[in-house]
């Protein structure tokens, strides 16, 4: 049994993980608490990457929540007396969740989230760590912290801030109200918003589209990018550089410029 199984195990089945082509998914599966997260599911999600990291075969992510009510909907409160009970037992379990959301956020492959429903707390928490979101057209939008009267720390506020900006992030959790999936798309918090019924099939597609491009040009720009973020005196520039002198050393490269002149669809090996 793999690291991921013996996790998924301990979770109570409460992650799942399946491939479909090239495409691994990452699923929340506690749909009676609308996809509330234990520390044991923090944990298995991590070990779930770890696998699709060194998976070859795995070229894109997508991560969801069962059950078609809520994405994700932050901790999982009935498990608060068993694992955040005294001062060590926070500690502890911050630090995994911020694990769990360090691992997606610097995760190397594309991930995309695929939201329907409640997208609230931790759950929206964990979306920002994706590169991509798309969301239903009933999906909603939160982070009640300010009706908890809990803090929320600088890692997920400068990624929320990185995607919608600080005066967007700013209304987020000053008002702590539901957004509609129509003002996350104004906010720039998702990519996309489609109808319900054809959620599962465009995020396919999609993921499709990206896992057929080129895996040593998707590495490069999602590297960069994450330089980019970075401050001025933290950037690694010559990594970004090292990278795109790969692109045009690869046999893809080759493969990319005899397709378009064949007037066919390029296959790339990431080599």
Known sequence: MSKAADAIAKAENKMQMKKEGRVGYVIYNNPERHNAVSLDMWEAAVAILDEYRDDKDVSVVVVTGAGGKAFVSGADISKFEKERSDEASVARYGKMVEASYNAFHT???????????????????????????????????????????????????????????????????YTARQFTAAEAVTMGLVNRVVADGELEKYVSDYAAVIAGNA???????????????????KRDIKLTQDLVDACFKSNDYQEGRKAFMEKRKPVFTGT
Not at 138 to 147: E, M, T
Not at 215 to 233: N, Q
């Open 107 to 173: 995760f190397p492959k594309p991930t995309i989230a695929m939201i329907r429903g409640y997208c609230i707390g931790g759950g929206m928490g964990l979306a920002t760590c994706c590169d991509l979101r798309i969301a239903t057209e009933g999906s909603k939008f939160g982070v009640p912290a300010a009706k908890l009267g809990l803090g929320y720390g600088y890692p997920g506020l400068k990624r929320l801030v990185d995607i919608v900006g600080p005066s967007f992030a700013m209304e987020i959790f």
């Open 215 to 233: 895996p040593l040009t998707i590495k490069a720009v999602k590297a960069t990018v994450a330089e980019v973020m970075r401050e001025d005196s």
